[in-house]
């Protein structure tokens, strides 16, 4: 009986995903051996000795103690692009309302009197809303992963010209996004070109602050800068002072800052961006199945940590086995199980950085003192059977 021990609701359909039968699911289980958490903050709670994994319902993990459970050799899984769709249509909802200036419209009509020249002020005072058409402006998507790509691709539906700039682009990202998307060599031929900027990178020491006081003397004079990532990828400083001195004509953010609050051009939303049901859902059904994955059969998928390692089982037995990318590591593994008479029927060895995994399918039981005699290994973080 697996237990998993839930930070937060999860949509019921994940949840349903996993067996009555097979797992103990819920907020209070003693003992977990995964976690499985949304938004809630997990950098300083206890880490239980059962806990093999963490799974994230969504796509960033700054709420998870991410080194702390490398050491320890816990994979972190998440859910890339399972909430993509949803942040796509409130980016292109974002550079509408900035373009179309449909908040402060809202907002006059919610405030008119009800008196009997209600049409006449109306047809009177629209002309202060007039704004302008997506359709021929240029997009500057910065990130072109799950979330990117799609807005990327969605913006050359509106007739909207696009650049992106990625230089860590993986192949299956390049497959999906449009062969009409413009190429930017560097952030500053970017932001020279684009009358919007979309940003969709991690949050990391490389993308903090990532649109600063440098990038004010780059932009077009005008520009629209949205933020559908994570807050601190944008200085605010920066936007502050892009407004008063008018290089910024708007700027769209999915994380209220209080230094930004009561200017009308800032457009600031609360955290919307994978708030639909179909996101959630999409979410938890993502990892739930690999968290399953995982402590059924030891694969790997979709880890924030480990490397990717899938393998279809042989033998009697599966050793799941993560260590510190170190060399000899192999070798002094192969050695103990020959040593004890275990046959290694197949096996699959990943890295990725300081961290290694390893499958490792056996014709034979594997006892409970030889997977002791494997912790033993220097450099081994952990090991188990399945």
């Not at 990327?152 to 509106?158: D, M, P, Q, T």
């Not at 996004?177 to 020491?205: C, I, M, Q, R, T």
């Not at 409970?368 to 973080?381: A, F, N, S, W």
Request: hydrophobic share 45%; glycine share 8%; net charge neutral.
């Amino acid at each position: 009986m697996f237990r998993i021990r839930l930070y937060n609701h999860i949509s019921p359909r994940g949840l349903s995903r996993l067996p009555a039968g097979q797992y103990l699911v819920g907020t209070e289980i003693a003992d977990p051996h995964a976690f499985l958490v949304r938004s809630a903050d997990l950098h300083e709670i206890e880490i239980p000795k059962s806990l093999l994994c963490v799974g994230r319902a969504g796509a960033g993990v700054n709420n998870i103690p991410v080194a702390r459970l490398s050491a320890l050799g816990i994979p972190v899984f998440n859910a890339p692009g399972a909430n993509a769709n949803a942040v796509r249509e409130l980016v292109i909802a974002g550079m509408l309302i900035a373009a179309r200036n449909l908040h402060e419209a809202l907002a006059f009509v919610a405030a008119l009197p009800r008196e009997a020249d209600l049409h006449e002020r109306v047809e009177r005072e629209k002309k202060r809303f007039v704004g302008s058409e997506l359709a021929g402006r240029t997009l500057g998507v910065v990130g072109l992963g799950a979330i990117g790509v799609r807005v990327a691709n969605a913006a050359l539906g509106l007739g909207m010209r696009v650049l992106g700039y990625d230089p860590h682009m993986t192949v299956e990202g390049a497959w999906q996004l449009s062969s009409e998307v413009g190429k930017a060599h560097s952030l500053d031929e970017l932001y020279a070109a684009s009358d919007f900027l979309s940003f969709h990178v991690p949050l990391n020491d490389k993308t903090r602050g990532m649109f600063d006081e440098r990038a004010l003397a780059r932009v077009r004079r005008g520009v629209v800068v949205l933020n559908f990532a994570r807050e601190a990828v944008v200085d605010a400083a920066a936007i502050r002072r892009g407004l008063d001195e008018g290089i910024i004509a708007r700027y769209v953010s999915d994380f209220p800052q209080a230094e930004l609050l009561g200017d009308a051009r800032v457009i600031a939303l609360p955290h919307l961006g994978a708030s639909t049901q179909e996101a959630e859902e999409n979410c938890a059904i993502m990892v739930v199945d690999q968290i399953r994955e995982f402590l059924e059969h030891g694969n790997v998928q979709n880890s924030v940590n480990f490397p990717t390692t899938r393998m279809e089982r042989a033998g009697q037995a599966r050793i799941c086995l993560a260590n510190r990318n170190v060399p000899n590591m192999i070798a002094q593994v192969t050695q103990l199980l020959g040593g004890r008479g275990l046959n290694i029927a197949q096996m699959h060895n990943a890295s990725r950085g300081e961290l290694a995994y390893n499958l490792l399918d056996i014709d034979g039981e594997v006892a409970p003192d030889i997977v002791d005699e494997l912790r033993r290994i220097e450099g081994v973080l952990s090991a188990r059977v399945v």
